[in-house]
């Protein structure tokens, strides 16, 4: 069964960092682009980040940007995201998913097929 498991979320001050953990069993991902995305309450789930399946190329939301950092390690099948200078507007359950087809780089959402549960992230003022 394949699954994206989430960590590292939790509760932070603004300006304060975070490092979540995307971990993928089941198969391997080494060849396909992985994202990051968010939903804060009663708003739709938008994108964050995403990173070719190499790591070679990265694609950020203009909010992130300069702040969040994308990264993999494909040995540990593995996808982190670095959040720094957090801001109580990032506050949400941010999931990892993986591109439907292989070797692409997309950004919208209907573009991942495979999905995580999401971890909390909360920032307070």
């Known amino acids: 069964q394949v699954q994206l498991v989430e960590s590292g979320g939790g509760l932070v001050q603004a300006g304060g960092s975070l490092r979540l953990s995307c971990s993928a069993s089941g198969r391997s991902f080494s060849s396909f682009a992985m994202g990051w995305f968010r939903q804060a309450p009663g708003k739709e789930r938008e994108f964050v980040a995403a990173?070719?399946?190499?790591?070679?190329?990265?694609n950020y939301a203009d909010s992130v940007k300069g702040r969040f950092t994308i990264s993999r390690d494909n040995a540990k099948n593995t996808v982190y995201l670095q959040m720094n200078s957090l801001k109580p507007e990032d506050t949400g359950v941010y999931c990892c998913?993986?591109?439907?087809?292989?070797?692409?780089?997309?950004?919208?959402?209907?573009?991942?097929?495979?999905w995580g549960q999401g971890a909390q992230v909360t920032v307070t003022s």
């Open positions: 998913a993986a591109d439907r087809y292989e070797y692409t780089m997309r950004s919208r959402r209907e573009d991942f097929g495979t």
């Open positions: 990173i070719s399946y190499r790591g070679r190329a990265t």
